[in-house]
Nanobody
Framework: QVHLVESGGGLVQAGGSLRLSCTTSEHTINRITMGWFRQAPGEERLFVAATSGGSDFKKYADSVKGRFTISRDGSKNTIFLQMDSLKSEDTAVYYC?????????????????WGQGTQVTVSS
């Protein structure tokens, strides 16, 4: 069982930045795929970004390309989501996810473990 704990959410004005963190109990974090998803009220959970296990390959949703950056620190069993130039439409609960595969995926169904989520609110 892999436990994921997100932190770093909060309230920020449009145009501002936030950095989310996700710490995992998994000591082989560098060999599994990690991703971020988000869910706004009344909507489905949507892919944001993923980083493949065992490589530097990263995948982003079109809506966040150029604004968000996913990274990992294997020494801390942690991944990050740096969010810049935030917009009101980025408001959602953000979830960290882990997949027992080296292949990045944008489908939530392909992830095996989930964190509890952290709220990000962007005011316009």
């Amino acid at each position: 069982q892999v436990h994921l704990v997100e932190s770093g959410g909060g309230l920020v004005q449009a145009g501002g930045s936030l950095r989310l963190s996700c710490t995992t109990s998994e000591h082989t974090i560098n060999r599994i795929t990690m991703g971020w998803f988000r869910q706004a009220p009344g909507e489905e959970r949507l892919f944001v970004a993923a980083t493949s296990g065992g490589s530097d390959f990263k995948k982003y949703a079109d809506s966040v390309k150029g604004r968000f950056t996913i990274s990992r620190d294997g020494s801390k069993n942690t991944i990050f989501l740096q969010m810049d130039s935030l917009k009101s439409e980025d408001t959602a609960v953000y979830y960290c996810a882990a997949r027992n595969s080296i292949l990045a995926s944008s489908s939530a169904n392909n992830y095996d473990y989930w964190g509890q989520g952290t709220q990000v609110t962007v005011s316009s």
